[in-house]
């Protein structure tokens, strides 16, 4: 089965600087990988997918995902984080599910952007 | 605004009552799901439906059922609610079965359930 893990339960960074929100995955194949974002009492947003092509994946609020195959990683990064960014990111990755698919997600990094 | 409505926002249960999540898409998706959230957990799939008048089980089935009787609503209820299953449920849908979709899913707002 697919997974993904999110190493660290929270992130803290200053405003201004570089964000990295780290996720890994095992996968059987080709992996399909998302991110999406939680704000409070939110429901999750779409912030990018990898699928194929370029490695490096651009998506919304200024966001990018690095796929690595050989360190089986989807890094989420941006290069100056706004304390607006603090959110809980989840990544996910796609998996075969009887004749369609499910997302498998991760179990979340809270991300703390501080002034 | 074209997404998924659930209802109620937030509920207060008591254990041994039986309750129905709604959920209703407007976006003529033909897939959906229902995931809780718990702490340190993650969101883990409970139901879900390829298309209307289909559904089948996810990760953590017991307890719950769905129904699928058109394309836009998707209900989820609890027969006879527990205390462990105070969570907070999200409703998703995505198109063509999550295969073409380039957003993955469209989520809900969510419920938060707490069964006392």
């Known amino acids: ?29 080709n992996p399909y990988l998302f991110w999406y974002v939680q704000y ?14 370029d490695n490096l994946v651009k998506g919304s609020y200024g966001f990018e995902a690095e796929f690595n195959k050989s360190q089986t990683s989807f890094h989420l990064k941006k290069p100056s984080a706004l304390v607006s960014d603090s959110a809980l990111y989840f990544c996910a990755v796609r998996d075969r599910m009887d004749s369609s698919y499910k997302l498998i997600f991760g179990s979340g990094t809270r991300l703390l952007v501080r002034p | 605004i074209a997404g998924i409505t659930q209802a109620p926002t937030s509920q207060i249960l008591a254990a041994g ?6 959920c209703t898409q407007d976006m003529r998706h033909n897939a959906m799901y229902w995931y809780r959230q718990d702490l340190g957990l993650g969101l883990r799939l409970i139901h879900y439906s390829n298309t209307a008048g289909t559904t089948g089980k996810g990760e953590v089935p017991d307890g719950y059922s769905v129904s699928r009787a058109n394309t836009d609503d998707f209900p989820l209820t609890l027969a006879s609610a527990v205390p462990s299953q105070t969570s907070v449920y999200f409703c998703a849908s995505s198109d063509s079965s999550g295969q073409g979709d380039p957003y993955g899913y469209t989520f809900g707002s969510g419920t938060r359930l707490t069964v006392v």
Not at chain 1, 5 to 26: I, R, W
């Open chain 2, 17 to 22: 009552r039986r309750m129905t999540l709604r």
């Open chain 1, 40 to 53: 409070p009492n939110r429901g999750l947003q779409f912030l990018l997918k990898y699928i194929t092509g």
């Open chain 1, 1 to 29: 089965a697919q997974s993904v893990a999110q190493p660290e339960d929270q992130v803290n960074v200053a405003e201004g600087n570089p964000l990295t929100v780290k996720c890994t995955y095992s996968v059987s194949g």
